[in-house]
């Protein structure tokens, strides 16, 4: 929930937005959980699904919609600035 993540130790969260049920979602998340024990304390990795009525604020605060995912965001609590990675293929490099 929004209230865990804003009250978590680690502040900057990466954001894989992607829309359950389709071939990308799966393959990003996988790709995502086996990246994510090498950044533990760094990053909060965060999945939102955007194919949930209750995530579009979520898309909208980065100005997406849940026809333009899946994409990636950054989000760095301490100073509340938020990053959204270029459109096209996202891999773990």
Do not use: Q
Not at 30 to 41: C, D, N, Q, V, Y
Not at 46 to 66: D, E, I
């Amino acid at each position: 929930t929004a209230v865990g993540l804003f009250n978590s130790e680690v502040k900057t969260h990466l954001l894989l937005f992607a829309n359950r049920g389709t071939k990308e979602y799966t393959e990003l998340t996988e790709k995502l959980r086996a990246l994510a024990p090498e950044f533990t304390g760094k990053f909060l990795f965060v999945l939102v699904n955007g194919a949930v009525k209750s995530n579009l604020r979520s898309l909208a605060y980065f100005g997406l919609k849940s026809n333009n995912l899946p994409r990636v965001g950054l989000y760095d609590g301490d100073t509340d600035m938020k990053w959204l990675l270029p459109e096209g293929e996202i891999s773990t490099e």
